[in-house]
Nanobody, 119 residues
Framework: QVQLVESGGGLVQPGGSLRLSCAAS????????MAWFRQAPGKEREFVAM????????YYADSVKGRFTISRDNAKNTVYLQMNALKSDDTAVYYC????????????WGQGTQVTVSS
């Protein structure tokens, strides 16, 4: 089982940027798909972005397309989520996931990192 630790969340004004990191340990994640999800208060957890093992293919939720960028550094066993042009609707706890397959999240989740977009 892989352990995931997210970091980089915080309070940011609308239009600002944040970069989230997800560090994996316990096993290498270089061969598996990694993804970010988020959960806003009172809402279900939703898909944000995913990147396949070599970083060559990425997918995004329509709500973040053009503003967020997912990337990975397999040498560091780390996945990133660069978030630009943040909106209040992006406020949520962001979770890292390992092993997503055919639209189904893998079994490994991090503890989450809070992102709050507010003036």
């Amino acid at each position: 089982q892989v352990q995931l630790v997210e970091s980089g969340g915080g309070l940011v004004q609308p239009g600002g940027s944040l970069r989230l990191s997800c560090a994996a340990s316990g096993r290498t994640v270089s061969a598996i798909t990694m993804a970010w999800f988020r959960q806003a208060p009172g809402k279900e957890r939703e898909f944000v972005a995913m990147v396949v093992w070599n970083g060559g293919t990425t997918y995004y939720a329509d709500s973040v397309k053009g503003r967020f960028t997912i990337s990975r550094d397999n040498a560091k066993n780390t996945v990133y989520l660069q978030m630009n042009a943040l909106k209040s609707d992006d406020t949520a706890v962001y979770y890292c996931n390992a092993g997503m397959y055919r639209g189904t999240p893998g079994g490994s989740w991090g503890q989450g990192t809070q992102v709050t977009v507010s003036s």
